[in-house]
């Protein structure tokens, strides 16, 4: 998945360009209205994580934890990547 950059967007350009031209004025917020929007952009960042506790034949466990250590990454990460590419319709099998 590739992010979408500044330059890509029309639209971003469009009020960039605005601006330069002196056609758009930046806002003074007030006290409170910035740090509404600070606790809000906090709350945005933060991860929402649950636990989950899941039961693996021991084997699987072992391939799971050699791939990990393969790509330098802890084995429950690579567990939660597998799973979140899987319900994102990213995970693709070697036969496709």
Partial sequence: MTKKSFKDDPEDIEIFEAYKRGELKPLRASKEAIAAMRRAAANFRKKKEARVNIRLNE????ELKA???EEGIPYQTLIASVLHKYINGRLVSKGA
Avoid: I
């Avoid at 084997?59 to 072992?62: A, H």
């Fill in 67 to 69: 791939k990990a250590e």
């Fill in 59 to 62: 084997m699987d466990l072992d």
